[in-house]
């Protein structure tokens, strides 16, 4: 349970890095800079997890014995259960990011998305409403909320991915004579 834990930590300790970095390049505070952004955030966040996992994940071999098998069972156990303390981290950083580091980011993402309503031709009573539907869902604790689903998801892919490389049959011990 530690090494999952540690590994989650740190994988959202990375993400959490990685937001700041895009944050402080001022990449968060116009709709211009959004799309940018989100661009970099999807690429190095799972080039991240990706990372994350697949130590995480080796870490956790290591500490069965080599008479043991690690199968893919156990491999996707542990990259799964590295995602989900990274998530539960992760939602929370999200939720304190959102609220007080960066309140202004809310307003930001719903300017762009009422430009790309308005770009796709709504008329401006359906983008209005549109508009709306979206403000409710850039709430901070929904946000968090899906963060934490659509992390594990996507982590949860990427650790059914990683556990067919990782896994590990038992070696048999040799006895010397």
């Known amino acids: 349970m530690k090494t999952y834990l540690t590994y989650g930590f740190y994988l959202s300790c990375a993400s959490a890095l990685l937001v700041f970095a895009l944050y402080f390049l001022g990449l968060h ?10 661009t970099v955030q999807t690429v190095v966040g799972l080039v991240i997890t990706v990372v994350g996992i697949v130590l995480g994940t080796k870490a956790r071999r290591a500490e069965i014995p080599a008479e043991e098998a690690f199968g893919y069972g156990s491999a996707l ?8 303390f ?22 930001v993402i719903l300017e762009a998305q009422t430009e790309k309503f308005e770009a796709a031709g ?18 901070p604790a929904v946000q968090s909320a899906i963060g934490f689903v659509m992390g594990l998801f ?7 991915v990683t556990a067919a490389f990782l896994k590990r049959p038992a ?5 010397s004579a």
């Open 122 to 139: 709504m008329s401006a009573d359906a983008a209005e409403k549109a508009t709306a539907m979206v403000r409710k869902m850039m709430h």
């Open 29 to 38: 505070d116009s709709v211009e800079k959004l799309g940018t952004a989100s």
């Open 154 to 160: 996507f982590g949860t892919l990427v650790s059914l």
């Open 171 to 175: 070696t048999d011990e040799v006895v």
């Open 77 to 84: 156990g542990a990259g799964f259960m590295i995602a989900l």
């Open 86 to 107: 990274a998530t539960l981290f992760g939602a929370g950083f999200n939720l304190l990011y959102s609220t007080m580091i960066n309140p202004g980011l809310t307003e």
